[in-house]
Nanobody, 126 residues
Framework: QVQLQESGPGLVKPSQTLSLTCTVS??????????WNWIRQPPGKGLEWMGVISYSGSTYYSPHLKSRTYIARDTSKNQVTLQLLSVTPEDTAVYYC??????????????????WGQGTQVTVSS
C-alpha cells in the first residue's frame, strides 16, 4: 500500500517561495513506476493540477503555473518536493500529492489517481 504524506509551512508571506515535501512509503519513487503529482484546491473551488514528476525524473507542469513551479525528487529520502515561487493570496489552498500509474496531464478528477496524501493547508498572507 502506497502512502503519501505532505509537509511544509502552513503560512507563507506574499512574494515568498512556498516549499512542500511529499514523503512516500510503500513504493520506491525511481523504481515503483508511478507518476507523482501535485494538486491543489483553493477554498470554495475545485481541484487544480499543478504538475507531475515521473519515476524517471521527467517533469510536466500546468501551463498556467509553469513559470513559477518546480517539482523535484530526492530518491535518497524517497520524497517529492514542490516549490511555488512568488506566491500571492490566490495561492492559498490545500495542497495534495497524488500518485498515478499512468501519466495524467491536467487531470482534476479524484478517481484518476491511485493514491492521495491527506493534504496540507497553505495560507498566503502577510
Amino acid at each position: 500500500q502506497v502512502q503519501l504524506q505532505e509537509s511544509g509551512p502552513g503560512l507563507v508571506k506574499p512574494s515568498q517561495t512556498l516549499s512542500l515535501t511529499c514523503t512516500v512509503s510503500g513504493a520506491s519513487i525511481p523504481t515503483g513506476y508511478y507518476y507523482w503529482n501535485w494538486i491543489r484546491q483553493p477554498p470554495g473551488k475545485g481541484l487544480e493540477w499543478m504538475g507531475v514528476i515521473s519515476y524517471s525524473g521527467s517533469t510536466y507542469y500546468s501551463p498556467h503555473l509553469k513559470s513559477r513551479t518546480y517539482i523535484a525528487r530526492d530518491t535518497s529520502k524517497n520524497q517529492v518536493t514542490l516549490q511555488l515561487l512568488s506566491v500571492t493570496p490566490e495561492d492559498t489552498a490545500v495542497y495534495y500529492c497524488a500518485a498515478s500509474k499512468s501519466l495524467i496531464l491536467g487531470g482534476t478528477s479524484e478517481n484518476l489517481y491511485d493514491y492521495w496524501g491527506q493534504g496540507t493547508q497553505v495560507t498566503v498572507s502577510s
